[in-house]
């Protein structure tokens, strides 16, 4: 797969400052959202940085971060738990049904497709696995004011509505939730076994 190319990638450039000028989510939230046990494999899909997948370290078997930019992979620190992998999280580098969670924190905004972003999400989801996705909540005004910004910068963001995200996941055996809080949604889309 060749990864399109972009005149300007903002992210690697704001990659060494990108954890002090973006602050993470609510940890407690996202922890209670995820559900994880000691065994889980879980994949930080569009992870950046890797913040997300070092909150979460200490309790699963390991996380893999996912991310294009190779700026904000060199970021992620080099721990046993954590594996950084450049990828479009359009098309996975991982054998189907490989994770038990896959979250996407504050990036599925900024893919190109976002359709084939959950279909492939979904296709390395285990059987009775979890996506749990936390976006900007774009019915907000604060969060409209975002988006213009990273339009303004010829950021190629694209916000959706909760309602809209969990209908990118339109497959048999499949429940969503939706919660919203303090700007952000977090959309909980839950595999049956």
């Known amino acids: ?33 995820l559900a994880l046990s000691p065994q889980h494999r879980v994949l930080d899909a569009g992870g950046g940085t890797g913040r997300v997948a070092r909150m979460l370290q200490e309790f699963v078997r390991h ?19 954590l ?45 009775g696995g979890w996506i749990v996705i936390e976006e900007p909540d774009i019915r907000t005004f604060a969060v409209k004011l975002l988006a213009l910004g990273e339009k303004l910068l010829l950021m190629r963001s694209h916000f959706l509505a909760p309602g809209r995200i969990a209908g990118l996941f339109k497959f048999p055996s499949v429940k969503t939730n939706m919660h919203a809080e303090n700007n952000n949604a977090w959309i909980v889309i839950k595999r049956s076994q």
Not at 63 to 81: F, N
Request: aromatic share 8%; glycine share 2%.
């Open 1 to 33: 797969m060749v990864l399109p190319q972009t005149i300007f990638d903002h992210f690697s450039f704001i990659a060494p400052h990108y954890d002090r000028l973006i602050p993470l989510g609510s940890r407690k939230k996202m922890l209670e959202l």
């Open 63 to 81: 996380v893999v971060v996912a991310d294009i930019s190779l700026g904000m992979l060199r970021e992620v620190p080099r721990e046993d738990k």
């Open 83 to 127: 594996l950084p992998v450049n990828s479009q999280v359009e098309y996975l580098p991982f054998a189907d049904e490989s994770f038990d969670r896959v979250v996407m924190v504050d990036a599925l905004h900024h893919v190109t497709n976002q359709e084939k972003t959950a279909q492939d999400m979904w296709r390395v989801l285990k059987p």
